[in-house]
């Protein structure tokens, strides 16, 4: 596939809001000294990730855990920052599609597994090797009604590869999500279908896709030593993956002092799973 290359070169966001937040779930997002890092939800139930490959099964009908266990990918390295459900499903496992999970270090590979209420198991995995800065992507994000993969690579702050003007430019990268026949798939420079620029300087966590547009919490908690960081704005960034820019972030850093970990939507709203003492928190999106 051909490369197409976009480059964003506005610094500014272009419409910033704030939003009234409220909790609508709540348990623990640091939990047996794990933090909480990627979430993602099959109809009335929630997966909730912990560094490490912690998975809590969280029932939003009942408003109560169910289970918990380790994924099959579960490792101290593996950062499971993200978390998002495709379009597939393993033979058997009729109730949940696969699950993709973003490792977020080392390799920056994506884990994807057939899940349930008790356990889970590896079923592919996919990396990326082009010698292009799409290899240090931290986070997948499946689009599954279009069938593809969009990855954000980490900064360019250190890459002396790369000229960027701006402190934090991300690369977001499209690719094809592959069905689940291989074990292991490797993307190459021709694979990617297209790519872009974003520029924002808050710290990166986790996201999701939804109806063409990609979701990022951003920032940190509040701590002692925080207010020193420039990357602390606690937001959600909203890309319009049509239009290749960021849409408008939300700024949530007066209602949620938690650390904003991972988004996905539950009956149309969207629900973010948040650090330290944890809770999902609906976002108004107006």
Not at 140 to 146: G, M, S
Not at 222 to 242: F, M, Q
Request: aromatic fraction near 10%; hydrophobic fraction near 35%; include cysteine.
């Amino acid at each position: 596939m051909n490369r197409i290359y976009f480059i964003l070169t506005l610094i500014t966001i272009p419409f910033i809001c704030s939003a009234q937040v409220k909790e609508q779930f709540s348990f623990q997002g640091a939990y047996k000294n794990k933090s909480a890092q990627g979430m993602a939800i099959h109809k009335n139930t929630a997966f909730l990730l912990n560094n490490g490959g912690l998975c809590r099964v969280f029932d939003l009908k009942k408003k109560k855990l169910i289970s918990e266990f380790n994924l099959a990918s579960a490792d101290e390295k593996n950062h499971v920052n993200c978390a998002a459900f495709g379009p597939y499903h393993k033979k058997g496992n009729k109730k949940y599609p696969t699950i993709y999970i973003s490792e977020c270090s080392g390799k920056n590979r994506c884990f994807v597994e057939s899940i349930n209420n008790e356990g889970s198991e590896l079923i592919q995995t996919l990396e990326i090797q082009t010698n292009g800065h799409e290899q240090e992507s931290a986070n997948w994000f499946i689009d599954k009604k279009k069938k593809c993969i969009y990855t954000i690579s980490l900064p360019y702050k250190n890459d002396k590869t790369k000229e960027s003007t701006a402190a934090n430019n991300y690369l977001i990268t499209k690719l094809p999500l592959p069905p689940l026949d291989s074990t292991e798939v490797i993307f190459t420079e021709k694979d990617i279908i297209e790519q872009f620029e974003i520029s924002f300087s808050n710290l990166l966590q986790g996201g999701v896709i939804h109806k063409n547009c990609l979701y990022l919490p951003v920032g940190l908690h509040d701590y002692n030593g925080s207010e020193k960081r420039t990357d602390k704005e606690r937001a959600v960034i909203v890309v319009n993956l049509t239009q290749k820019r960021i849409e408008k972030k939300i700024y949530i850093g007066d209602i949620v002092l938690n650390e904003p970990e991972d988004v996905d939507f539950y009956k149309g709203k969207l629900l973010l799973y948040c650090g330290q003492s944890g809770g999902l928190y609906n976002i108004p999106l107006k």
